[in-house]
């Protein structure tokens, strides 16, 4: 992990109270991580950025699966546990279409070899995987030592592709640009199908600005206390973060032009995106934050275990 050369929460003597962490991932990854800190003594709000939609399996997206179940790829690429999930949901359907048994009847445990390496960004994603009884014959679920772009860029099946090799890759709507265009650049061929879309939560900004609300009484007081810690797992993350707290601040500017000049003496301010601390991940959210001047620890896997090690640095 790496810090931000902006000033960073000061961890000068154990005594120092921890900072509320607002853990920002998704509804059905938020759990583990929101758990893990908790034990470790950090008080964790949930204010999901990211809803996670299915999207409707297209002609297109089937013939691409078709394409990689007849060996047209070299590698295939499973960004997230949705997209994992989703995926194999596909692959179990298409391998049994020209079979004369009832699809609702057969296991995963049939499904056949995989025509190509299996890439699973992430140790969530590789359980899911791995937890699907494959063939004793298939392929070994490969993962990057760093749960990233970059990391996938050194494996050497990745780095080994070539001019007129084919990638696939299983992946929610946007994101991972940074694979696809340093792939694109060396002539490999890349396709992808989207499972399912990351959206702004309807209720983002009412959770933000209650719990704001909340945190302003509490912390409404002389003593000294660490900025909230964020976490931020995706640019689309930080730009729905961004859009909550300049309208939680838009709202404030609002009220305080409609309030009369005494009885605004004790209105509270709402915060700032200086306000806070974040934990980011990988090289490209580091940037949009240093552009921004805000603090920040970067980490290079989203696992509880690291994000602990951060904040606790």
């Not at 759990?31 to 950025?49: E, K, R, Y």
């Not at 546990?81 to 004369?100: D, I, M």
């Not at 696939?168 to 709507?173: D, F």
């Not at 000294?224 to 810690?229: D, G």
Request: charged share 15%; net charge negative.
């Amino acid at each position: 992990m790496s810090r931000s050369l902006s000033s960073l929460p000061s961890s000068d003597s154990l005594s120092s109270p921890l900072p509320v962490v607002i853990n920002t991932r998704p509804i059905e990854r938020a759990a583990p991580l929101t758990c893990h800190l908790q034990a470790a003594g950090f008080t964790v709000v949930d204010i999901p950025m990211l809803a996670l939609q299915p999207r409707p399996v297209t002609d297109a997206d089937m013939a691409l699966m078709r394409q990689w179940l007849a060996g047209e790829y070299q590698a295939l690429v499973i960004v997230s546990p949705t997209a994992a999930a989703s995926g194999l949901a596909v692959w179990q359907t298409l391998a049994h279409e020209n079979k004369n048994d009832d699809v609702n009847n057969q296991s995963l445990a049939s499904l056949p070899k995989p025509p190509s390496h299996l890439i699973a960004v992430g140790e969530a994603t590789a359980a899911v995987l791995n937890n699907v009884a494959l063939p004793s014959f298939s392929y070994q679920v490969l993962q990057p030592t760093i749960a990233n772009n970059e990391g996938m860029l050194v494996m050497p099946e990745i780095e080994g592709l070539q001019a007129g090799d084919k990638l696939l890759v299983w992946r929610g709507l946007g994101g991972r640009r940074l694979l696809v265009d340093t792939l694109q650049a060396r002539g490999v061929h890349i396709d992808s199908i989207a499972w399912y879309e990351r959206t702004m939560p309807a209720t983002a900004s009412a959770q933000y600005q209650h719990w704001q609300q909340q945190f302003n009484v509490s912390h409404n007081t002389l003593i000294q206390r660490p900025k909230p810690v964020v976490i931020i797992s995706s640019g689309t993350a930080f730009e729905h973060w961004l859009s909550v707290v300049e309208q939680a601040q838009s709202i404030d500017s609002d009220s305080n032009i409609n309030l009369n000049t005494n009885t605004n003496l004790n209105q509270v301010t709402a915060l700032k995106l200086s306000d806070f601390s974040y934990v980011v991940l990988g090289a490209r959210l580091a940037d949009m934050l240093a552009e921004r001047s805000l603090s920040y620890w970067r980490v290079e896997d989203l696992a509880p275990q690291t994000i602990l090690a951060a904040l606790q640095s």
